[in-house]
């Protein structure tokens, strides 16, 4: 479970780990090269004290009769030195000649075996090797305890084990300090973040850091980024809300305090009538905030669909023909079915506020026109009325939140036709204004992208 939630436990582990095999291999094959080399070493030198023994041989007179009637030449017994023991045999006569001092009493190789061979002698394994001497008289034997030759190979494989050992040591160590010097970025970065300030919001530092950590920067600081956008639209939110329901929650104020002060029926219910009126459009107010605090927050997980669009027309102009009616307006809906690749609940919000900016701002008895039109591909939805229209001067800011147009003669909220153009900007669409009926009014007209089907 800790090495799953330690990333240098992991990164260490594995280097470790090949590291450690690597070491076991280099040393499995470091024990078979030397094993062979120190074998022929040995063999090389049982080979030479045969050969140097039979040379010497020739010049000593009557060897058959040295141990019997005279000692043997001091050359002979020194020729082996220490690195082996020797045998010489009479095979005429059946009898040892000669050996070295600590050879063994038992003979060291069987008379039908010669060259090299492994033989066991008084309990003893031994490596020898046997020759003959030039008359082929004498068999001589050199040999060497394979226990001895066995511990001072032992010697040097645990010298060069321990050599290796150090040095895979002396490299994992070296690998322990680049690792955490190379993840102690992170560290840096995570105190960088803990020691900043709520406010603060800026971007973390990519040039210090490791290519590899760089997407992981740039991903937390466009997070960054987005979570800042979202709280500056909260705040902005919090704002636009006070301002704005401050004047009508003042004006309810009055209006409740001065029905409540009043004795006059007829007074009173006109008081009331305001008081209504004054929540109602508070209350609007309200909505189209909280549709906008929606539309400038994350819509990354906002799923589109095909949406019939004459449908939303057919559903918004038939919830508002009351207020059309008590403005005596006419609308027109001149559309046909037609589909869009959107979001319902937002296509149904810009419609509603383009068709109310027009009923709102058209005046009494005016005439508003909604329609839909195909173009290349393109769907436009236009809705046009011939009311007294807006100064070209001030229609690059009728989308702007909260602000109305001087003059107008309505109290609006000021905010719908900022939603109408978020919610265009976010379906890939846009909104041109134009001027209306015979030169009045206004037209707006919403050109949504050609519609793909996969």
């Known amino acids: 479970?800790?090495?799953?939630?330690?990333?240098?436990?992991?990164?260490?582990?594995?280097?470790?780990?090949?590291?450690?095999?690597?070491?076991?291999?280099?040393?499995?094959?470091?024990?078979?090269?030397?094993?062979?080399?120190?074998?022929?070493?040995?063999?090389?030198?049982?080979?030479s004290v045969v050969g140097s023994l039979a040379f010497f041989l020739e010049f000593v007179p009557a060897m058959q009769e040295i141990g019997s009637k005279r000692p043997a030449p001091d050359f002979l017994l020194h020729q082996a030195g220490s690195y082996a023991e020797f045998q010489i045999w009479d095979l005429f006569a059946g009898r040892l000649v000669l050996a070295s001092r600590a050879a063994p009493k038992g003979r060291l190789s069987p008379a039908d075996i010669a060259g090299f061979a492994t033989v066991q002698v008084d309990g003893e394994l031994w490596r020898v090797y046997s020759?003959?001497?030039?008359?082929?008289?004498?068999?001589?034997?050199?040999?060497?305890?394979?226990?001895?030759?066995?511990?001072?190979?032992?010697?040097?494989?645990?010298?060069?084990?321990?050599?290796?050992?150090?040095?895979?040591?002396g490299i994992g160590g070296v690998t322990v300090l680049v690792v955490r010097r190379s993840l102690r970025t992170l560290s840096?970065?995570?105190?960088?973040?803990?020691?900043?300030?709520?406010?603060?919001?800026?971007?973390?530092?990519?040039?210090?850091?490791?290519?590899?950590?760089?997407?992981?920067?740039?991903?937390?600081?466009?997070?960054?980024?987005?979570?800042?956008?979202?709280?500056?639209?909260?705040?902005?939110?919090?704002?636009?809300?006070?301002?704005?329901?401050?004047?009508?929650?003042?004006?309810?104020?009055?209006?409740?305090?001065?029905?409540?002060?009043?004795h006059d029926h007829e007074k009173t219910k006109l008081l009331l009538k305001k008081i209504s009126d004054t929540t109602r459009?508070?209350?609007?107010?309200?909505?189209?905030?909280?549709?906008?605090?929606?539309?400038?927050?994350?819509?990354?997980?906002?799923?589109?669909?095909?949406?019939?669009?004459?449908?939303?027309?057919?559903?918004?102009?038939?919830?508002?023909?009351?207020?059309?009616?008590?403005?005596?307006?006419?609308?027109?809906?001149?559309?046909?079915?037609?589909?869009?690749?959107?979001?319902?609940?937002?296509?149904?919000?810009?419609?509603?506020?383009?068709?109310?900016?027009?009923?709102?701002?058209?005046?009494?008895?005016?005439?508003?026109?909604?329609?839909?039109?195909?173009t290349g591909g393109a769907v436009v939805l236009t809705v046009n009325d011939n009311g007294p229209g807006i100064d070209p001067r001030e229609r690059e800011r009728i989308f702007d939140p909260f602000y109305r147009v001087p003059g107008a003669g309505s109290h609006g909220s000021g905010i719908g036709l900022a939603l109408v153009w978020r919610i265009a900007r976010h379906h890939r669409a846009t909104v041109t204004v134009v001027e209306g009926f015979g030169g009045r009014g206004v037209r707006f007209d919403v050109t949504f992208p050609t519609l793909t089907v996969p």
């Open 188 to 262: 840096h970065i995570g105190a960088d973040i803990s020691m900043r300030g709520a406010g603060d919001h800026s971007d973390l530092d990519e040039s210090r850091v490791p290519k590899e950590i760089k997407p992981l920067i740039r991903a937390i600081n466009a997070r960054q980024r987005k979570v800042c956008a979202l709280m500056m639209n909260e705040r902005r939110f919090i704002g636009d809300a006070a301002h704005e329901l401050r004047t009508p929650l003042a004006v309810l104020a009055v209006y409740a305090d001065t029905a409540y002060r009043t």
């Open 281 to 374: 459009r508070s209350s609007r107010i309200v909505e189209q905030l909280l549709d906008l605090a929606r539309m400038e927050g994350d819509q990354s997980e906002v799923r589109f669909s095909l949406v019939d669009l004459s449908a939303v027309i057919d559903l918004v102009v038939s919830d508002m023909q009351s207020a059309f009616d008590e403005r005596d307006q006419r609308v027109i809906v001149d559309a046909r079915p037609c589909c869009v690749h959107g979001q319902i609940d937002a296509l149904g919000t810009l419609v509603r506020n383009l068709v109310d900016n027009a009923g709102r701002y058209s005046g009494m008895g005016s005439t508003i026109n909604v329609r839909i039109a195909q």
């Open 1 to 47: 479970m800790w090495l799953a939630k330690s990333l240098r436990a992991r990164v260490l582990l594995g280097i470790l780990t090949v590291l450690m095999i690597s070491w076991l291999l280099q040393f499995s094959l470091y024990w078979e090269s030397v094993t062979r080399e120190q074998s022929g070493v040995r063999d090389h030198g049982l080979r």
């Open 131 to 169: 020759g003959l001497d030039p008359s082929a008289r004498f068999e001589i034997v050199a040999g060497t305890p394979v226990q001895q030759f066995n511990e001072q190979l032992t010697k040097r494989f645990r010298l060069g084990a321990l050599v290796t050992l150090l040095m895979f040591m």
